[in-house]
């Protein structure tokens, strides 16, 4: 299989869809495995989420973390695909809502832009293989994704 | 003319030795104006800096702090050919203008829409920052650049 630039944006639009919907609840979370390599590597450039060095190593260590926030989930909408088919590479710009599972209310609203480098798998499949993360900044005193993260710890 | 892949990621490589060079010195920063669209859009996702409208207007940024330095290295370039959209990894340092030394490291992710001019050259209608958020307690940008301001 040949990653075009359409197959990249339609699969990656399609991500976007599956981490908001099933990515987050310990039921469906593994679904992600479709789109994550095992040895997947999210950098997030942020200290309080553990700064360039720290982030996940694996994949299982994503999901195990993506569902383990059982009070809130995040959903994640595209507003900019960057699509490099040369380097095999997207750079996702969008609005990022984190929502109480039980009122429905959005928590926590900001921008956030992450570079996701691609591979094919031995089966030929597209799979994500690094994501590097970073997020909006915003003023002092606004709440922020990790005070609900401690809240829900 | 056609814009390929190559050409970007080299008007690119260019950009970030003639901002260094020149963009933050009142006397040559005019050298950008070959590289940003004369509606450059400056939109920070960071609150506390400003978002500014004209290549004017950013250019009394660039020149609003000069006992510190910015020197950006760009380390990944992602080109969109077909959208004329690059968003460049980039490794900011920002040094003590007197004495070179560096007094914070860190990296911004940037997204620069592109357009071609009546000219038919290539210039940035928008540059779109995130940075990184470094620890509490680290000397930040602002730190620096604050030294510059009216007490």
Redesign the interface.
């Known amino acids: 299989m040949k990653l075009t ?1 359409d197959d990249i944006v339609k699969w990656m639009t399609e991500y976007f869809k599956v981490y908001s919907t099933y990515g987050q609840d310990a039921a469906t979370a593994d679904r992600m495995k479709d789109y994550f390599a095992p040895d997947l590597r999210f950098i997030p ?4 989420i553990g ?2 060095e720290g982030g996940f190593f694996s994949r299982d260590e994503f999901i195990h973390t993506a569902k383990s926030h059982s009070t809130w989930y995040e959903k994640l909408t595209p507003i ?1 695909l ?6 095999k ?3 996702a ?1 969008f609005g990022m809502e984190v929502i109480d599972r039980k009122t429905g209310e959005v928590a926590v609203k900001k ?3 992450a ?1 996701y480098e691609l591979v094919l798998d031995e089966d030929n499949t597209i799979k994500i293989k690094t994501i ?1 993360f ?7 005193g ?1 709440p922020e994704f990790y005070d609900l993260y401690e809240d829900d710890a | 003319m056609d814009i390929t ?1 190559d050409i970007i990621v080299k008007y690119m490589k260019d950009y970030f030795e003639t901002f260094n060079k020149y963009g933050q010195d009142p006397k040559t920063i005019n050298r950008l104006d070959e590289y940003y669209a004369p509606d450059l859009e400056f939109n920070p ?4 800096i400003g978002h500014t409208t004209g290549r004017d207007e950013f250019y009394r940024v660039l020149l609003s702090h000069p006992s510190g330095y910015e020197k950006l290295t760009p380390e ?1 370039i ?6 004329m ?3 460049v ?1 980039i490794k900011a340092e920002i040094s003590d203008s007197k004495t070179g030394e560096v007094l914070v490291t860190k ?1 911004y ?1 940037v ?1 620069y829409p592109l357009v071609l001019d009546e000219n038919d050259t290539l210039k940035m209608k928008g540059i ?1 920052l ?7 307690g ?1 000397m930040e940008i602002d730190d620096v650049f604050a030294r510059d301001r009216p007490h």
């Open positions: 630039y450039y942020i200290a309080g700064g360039p900019n960057t699509v490099d088919e040369r380097k590479a997207v750079v710009l921008s956030a832009i570079h590097r970073f997020w909006e900044v915003l003023p002092p606004v | 892949y996702y960071v609150a506390g990944e992602v080109v969109d050919e077909r959208r959209i690059v968003v990894l990296r992710f997204l779109h995130f940075w990184e958020v470094l620890p509490p680290a």
